[in-house]
C-alpha cells in the first residue's frame, strides 16, 4: 500500500452535483490535511484534523464539509460548487501537527476536480 | 503578511548546477522545508533546514541564512528526470506552514 493514497483521481462535475473526496493514509500518521493547488499559486491550506478533531477551518466556504471518521480516513464533501473550485485537491498526513512531529508532510497525488 | 518568494520558473542543462532561490517574511521562523512535485504526481519532501548554513544530501543541498531570510535548494549534475516544481515552505511561529507558488524547473538536453 503506497503511503496517501486518494480517490478519485479525476472528478468532473456540475454546480449542482454533490460529490466526496477520499483520502487514506497508511502510515500511522495522527494529523491529515486537505490542501487546494491552483497554477501558479501556493497551496492553501483548508482544513486540518489532529487525531480525529479538527483543530484548523482556514475560512473554507462552507460548500466544501470535511469527514475524519477515524486517523486513517479523510473525506472532503462536495455540494454546488463554483467553476473558482477547479483545482487539485491534495490531501497530506503528518505525525504530530503544530510542531508536535518533524513537520513533514506525505502528500496524496491529489484529487484533479473540475466545476463546469 | 507572510509571504514566500520564489521564481515561477527556471531553465538548466542536464549535467549542469542550478540553485533555485527562496526569500521569505513571515512571522516566527520555525523551520525551511523544500518539496519536489513531478507534474501529476504528489509533493515529496526534499529537505529541512531550522539552523543556519548548508545541508547537503546527495545532488541536492540546501542553505539557510535566517537573518537574511533566505534560503536556496542547489541541484548538481542535473537529470533530465529532475525537471518538476520545487516548492519552498516556512513554519512560522505559530507553526503554520506558509508555501510558496513554486519554482518550475525545466531541465534540457
Known amino acids: 500500500e503506497t503511503g496517501v493514497t486518494q480517490t478519485p483521481r479525476h472528478l468532473v462535475m456540475g454546480m449542482t452535483n454533490k460529490k466526496s473526496l477520499k483520502c487514506e493514509q497508511h502510515?500511522?500518521?495522527?494529523?491529515m490535511y486537505w490542501y487546494k493547488q491552483s497554477a501558479k499559486k501556493p497551496l492553501e491550506l483548508m482544513f486540518v484534523?489532529?487525531?480525529?478533531?479538527?483543530?484548523e477551518n482556514n475560512s473554507v466556504p462552507s460548500r466544501f464539509s470535511p469527514e475524519c471518521p477515524n486517523s486513517s480516513h479523510l473525506f472532503l464533501h462536495l455540494h454546488t460548487l463554483q467553476p473558482e473550485d477547479s483545482a487539485l485537491y491534495l490531501c497530506?498526513?503528518?505525525?504530530?501537527?503544530?510542531?508536535?512531529?518533524?513537520?513533514?508532510?506525505?502528500f496524496g497525488e491529489g484529487s484533479r476536480l473540475t466545476v463546469l | 503578511g507572510q509571504n514566500i518568494d520564489q521564481p515561477t520558473e527556471m531553465t538548466a542543462t542536464e549535467g549542469a548546477i542550478v540553485q533555485i532561490n527562496c526569500t521569505y517574511q513571515?512571522?516566527?521562523?520555525?523551520?525551511l522545508f523544500w518539496y519536489q512535485q513531478h507534474a501529476g504526481e504528489a509533493p515529496t519532501f526534499l529537505s529541512y533546514?531550522?539552523l543556519d548554513g548548508l545541508e547537503e544530501k546527495g545532488r541536492f543541498s540546501s542553505f539557510l541564512s535566517r537573518s537574511k531570510g533566505y534560503s536556496y535548494l542547489l541541484l548538481k549534475e542535473l537529470q533530465m528526470k529532475d525537471s518538476a516544481s520545487y516548492l519552498c515552505?516556512?513554519?512560522?511561529?505559530?507553526?503554520?506552514?506558509?508555501w510558496g507558488a513554486g519554482t518550475k524547473l525545466i531541465i534540457k538536453p
Open positions: 513571515t512571522s516566527g521562523f520555525n523551520g
Open positions: 533546514n531550522v
Open positions: 515552505a516556512v513554519m512560522d511561529s505559530n507553526y503554520q506552514l506558509i
Open positions: 502510515l500511522g500518521h495522527n494529523a
Open positions: 484534523y489532529s487525531l480525529e478533531e479538527r483543530v
Open positions: 497530506a498526513s503528518s505525525q504530530g501537527v503544530r510542531g508536535g512531529g518533524t513537520g513533514e508532510l506525505f
